[in-house]
């Protein structure tokens, strides 16, 4: 998620919203239209898939499926704003108030930016009853970042999972929920 290498692309759902979305729900999102704007997709050269597989379609594919498994319009937003909190998260190299990932970040999910800004900048460690604030250095700042965006990523992935294991659960003693392989899709012979 936070770190690719050149020939990786990073997890489908960010370059589908961004290709997908109108005008107007990209704005509702504080999504940029130019996937290279983003930390986490542009360290690598592979935007586009080179499987024929279109990502607007795979867009369309999802909310039918979102929308079968009976996901509400508001989670539907929650995901959705939660996916682009980590990507404009990603982009926060520095913690002034001007910063528009910082902005975006705390519209996106309702959090003051005092706390954003003091969850990023600060350690708290307590020796007996005292309570001592430590600086992070830029490099740690970059850490605690990326490892907000790792932990909210498989947070929203489980609840998914979950939502979806529930809604098509069966009685039957061998059961099958969802299958995930990572790198499942790239296999030249699929034999599953």
Same mark, same amino acid.
């Given at each position: 998620? &936070?770190? %690719?290498? +050149?020939?990786?692309?990073?997890?489908?759902?960010?370059?589908? %919203?961004?290709?997908?979305?109108?005008?107007?729900?990209?704005?509702?999102?504080?999504?940029?239209?130019?996937?290279?704007?983003? !930390?986490?997709?542009?360290?690598?050269?592979?935007?586009?898939?080179?499987?024929?597989?279109?990502?607007?379609?795979?867009?369309? @594919?999802?909310?039918? *499926?979102?929308? #079968?498994?009976?996901?509400?319009?508001?989670?539907?937003?929650?995901?959705?704003?939660? $996916?682009?909190?980590?990507?404009? /998260?990603?982009?926060?190299?520095? &913690?002034?108030?001007?910063?528009?990932?910082? !902005?975006?970040?705390?519209?996106?999910?309702?959090?003051? +930016?005092?706390?954003?800004?003091?969850?990023? @900048?600060?350690?708290?460690?307590?020796?007996?009853? @005292? $309570?001592?604030?430590?600086?992070?250095?830029?490099? @740690?700042?970059? =850490?605690?970042?990326? &490892? =907000?965006?790792?932990?909210?990523?498989?947070?929203?992935?489980?609840? #998914?999972? +979950?939502?979806?294991?529930?809604?098509?659960? *069966?009685?039957?003693?061998?059961?099958?929920?969802? /299958?995930?392989?990572?790198?499942?899709?790239?296999?030249?012979?699929?034999?599953?």
């Amino acid at each position: 998620l &936070t770190s %690719l290498s +050149k020939d990786e692309r990073n997890f489908h759902i960010f370059y589908i %919203l961004i290709k997908s979305l109108d005008k107007s729900k990209k704005e509702e999102l504080n999504l940029d239209d130019n996937i290279d704007f983003y !930390n986490y997709l542009n360290k690598s050269n592979i935007i586009n898939r080179n499987d024929g597989v279109n990502d607007i379609d795979l867009y369309n @594919e999802l909310i039918e *499926s979102f929308n #079968i498994l009976n996901f509400s319009k508001n989670e539907l937003d929650h995901i959705f704003k939660i $996916i682009s909190f980590i990507l404009n /998260l990603g982009n926060i190299d520095e &913690t002034d108030n001007d910063n528009k990932y910082l !902005n975006n970040c705390c519209s996106l999910i309702q959090i003051e +930016k005092k706390n954003l800004i003091d969850i990023l @900048e600060n350690r708290y460690l307590k020796v007996n009853n @005292e $309570i001592i604030i430590i600086k992070n250095k830029k490099e @740690e700042m970059y =850490i605690i970042r990326d &490892t =907000i965006s790792q932990i909210l990523y498989d947070l929203l992935f489980d609840f #998914i999972v +979950k939502k979806i294991n529930n809604i098509i659960k *069966s009685d039957y003693s061998y059961y099958i929920g969802i /299958l995930d392989i990572f790198g499942f899709e790239v296999f030249e012979e699929n034999g599953f």
